[in-house]
């Protein structure tokens, strides 16, 4: 559910038409409704209704200050994996006692200024991450609440790029040392044994991986229990899909398979969604450059490119694709959609059915919110689009499109020696 929805034949955000804002602000651009965040927001609070529960919006999916600002007064938390994230979430006014800092390679510096920010937990993922936190903490003389985020084994059926929970992914502790860890870290200073966690993949669209996640996580705790360690949270990391083009279970059946296992279990759960609350709420608006004709097929070429989406080429993801201005009883035509650059992974479709497109045309690649702007790039020297987020019938940019001057940034001309044998 999302409100981007035509109006005449005419696409909208909202209540404002997105040619207008197009031609206002050029192509591509990402465009995000509020409302539609909003809802995402509502939809998953009210499937953990009852629970006591705290949503950690895992910031990567899509880390514009405005979106920030935007769930943390909706009493969000964060889930983060950098002292840059940590830094955004702070700039936009974020309660750091509901920040949760995860991933495999965190720096000293970057634990040292999570101790001191005073987040909620850091959750480990090695045994010299562990050692390492209790002796920045030591450091600094500060507790350190931790999680041990546990890889529970299992295959959530994702693409494997974005598939965690598996033994031979880098990510967690293994089920087979969890106890041997929370002893060990019980013997360490400055800690404070916080929690547990899990992250078993992204874009899972059945129940059956979450509630097996539950049940190995609901184990662990018994038996660290009767170890007679209590620990306060458990996270459940994020993870449920959306619908690009496969159909996802709901946020209440979600939590239902998730917390089914884990009724009883007596500790505050956190999740960590990302995408399920953002990837609806974007789009990418792009503009057709040309309609190209081979021998064999049809190129779409637009002005936004792999640069400003990279998720079909890199996971061979679909996103669906729909004109801004929508042509009664048009023709068909089925058509590569590729960008400017020199890659022939540049393409946000293949062998795409669409309606006839003419030079001029604006196009909207939906579901862009989550893992699009984020992992855009400056490749070929590409500005990164603007980005403007939609409330009714108001458009705040919320991001500038990048000048050179701001690709250009940090690079220096040195002058070299050169010569004959340089
Ligand atoms: N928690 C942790 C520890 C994670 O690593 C992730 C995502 C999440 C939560 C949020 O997962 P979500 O609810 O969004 O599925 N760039 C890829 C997705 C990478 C996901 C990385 N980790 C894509 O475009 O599909």
């Known amino acids: 559910m999302n409100y981007f929805t035509y109006q005449d034949n005419r696409l909208f955000a909202e209540d404002v038409a997105i040619g207008d804002l197009a031609a206002r602000l050029g192509t591509p651009l990402y465009i995000y409704s509020a409302r539609t965040l909003r809802r995402h927001y509502r939809v998953l609070s009210e499937a953990f209704k009852g629970t006591d529960s705290l949503i950690c919006f895992a910031m990567k999916a899509l880390s514009n200050l405005s979106i920030l600002k935007l769930f943390g007064d909706l009493g969000a938390g964060f889930d983060i994996v950098s002292v840059g994230e940590l830094m955004r979430c702070l700039r936009a006014g974020a309660d750091p006692g509901k920040i949760v800092f995860s991933g495999v390679g965190k720096t000293d510096e970057e634990i040292e200024a999570a101790l001191k920010a005073k987040i909620l937990m850091i959750n480990v993922e090695s045994r010299p991450e562990l050692h390492r936190v209790s002796a920045v903490a030591q450091r600094i003389n500060l507790q350190a609440p931790v999680s ?236 990164r689009a603007a980005e403007v987020l939609v409330e009714g019938t108001v458009a705040h940019v919320i991001r500038e499109r990048d000048t050179f001057e701001d690709i250009i940034r940090n690079e220096k001309i040195v002058t070299l020696k050169g010569g004959p044998d340089a």
């Open 148 to 383: 041990l985020r546990v890889n529970p084994d299992l295959d959530p059926g994702t693409h494997p790029h974005i598939s965690t929970g598996h033994r031979d992914s880098k990510f967690g502790i293994p089920l087979s040392q969890v106890d041997e860890y929370y002893a060990e870290a019980r013997g360490l200073k400055n800690l404070e044994l916080a929690g547990l966690s899990t992250h078993i993949g992204s874009q899972i669209t059945e129940t059956a991986p979450f509630a097996e996640a539950g049940e190995k996580v609901a184990k662990i705790i018994a038996g660290l229990r009767a170890q007679g360690i209590a620990l306060k949270y458990l996270d459940l990391g994020g993870g449920l899909g959306i619908p690009y083009q496969e159909e996802p279970p709901s946020p209440a059946q979600y939590s239902a398979a998730l917390l089914g296992p884990l009724r009883n279990i007596g500790l505050k759960i956190i999740i960590e969604p990302g995408r399920v609350l953002v990837g609806n709420a974007g789009i990418l608006v792009t503009k057709v450059l040309y309609v190209k004709e081979t021998d064999v097929k049809r190129f779409i070429v637009v002005d936004g490119a792999m640069n400003d989406l990279i998720r079909p080429v890199l996971y061979e993801a679909y996103h669906d694709i729909v004109p801004v201005v929508r042509r009664e009883g048009g023709d068909r035509q089925t058509a590569d959609v590729v960008g400017p650059v020199c890659e022939s992974g540049d393409f946000f479709a293949r062998e795409r059915d669409l309606p006839a497109v003419d030079s001029g045309d604006l196009i909207a690649v939906m579901s862009a919110g989550a893992y699009g702007f984020v992992m855009a790039s400056n490749y070929n020297s590409r500005p």
